[in-house]
C-alpha cells in the first residue's frame, strides 16, 4: 500500500493541475449503494467518497436518503478528471449517468469542484482514509 502511495505520488508530481484529496474508498456493491446516505454533515474540504469500479464503464449515481447536497467528478484508470456532475439534489432518486466511461467516481460537497478549481484534465491525488 505505501509502496503503490509513493509509486503515484513521485509519477504524479510532475504533473500541473494537481489536487490531493483525502479519500473514503467504496469498492463493494452494498457499500456504493449506500455511498453518503443518512449522512447530514458537511464533509471537510478536500474529503470525498471514492467509488471505484472494476473496468470504466458508464456511471449512474443517485441522491436516495443523502441529505448533503454533493457534486461528483468522474476520473479515468490514471485518477484524471474526465467528466463533472455538479448540484446533486438531496433525496432524488433521479439517476443520473457519466457522460463518458469512467474509473472511478468522487462525491464532493456541493460547490466543492468549484471552490477547488477542478476541472476537466485535473489530476487527483487520493490519499485514503478510512473515516470521512
Partial sequence: MVLTFLNRLLKNLSKENLLVLFLKEVTTLPDKKKGLMFRKDKLPLLHGMLFTYDKPQIIGMWMKNTFIPL????????????????????????????????????????????????????????IYVKNL
Avoid: C
Avoid at 467528478?73 to 433521479?94: A, C, Q, R, W
Fill in 71 to 126: 457534486d461528483i467528478i468522474f476520473l479515468d484508470e490514471n485518477f484524471v478528471v474526465i467528466d463533472i456532475m455538479k448540484n446533486m439534489i438531496p433525496h432524488s432518486t433521479e439517476i443520473r449517468y457519466s457522460v463518458v466511461q469512467s474509473k472511478y467516481a468522487i462525491e464532493l460537497n456541493k460547490g466543492d469542484i468549484d471552490q477547488l478549481n477542478i476541472s476537466i484534465g485535473t489530476n487527483i491525488l487520493p
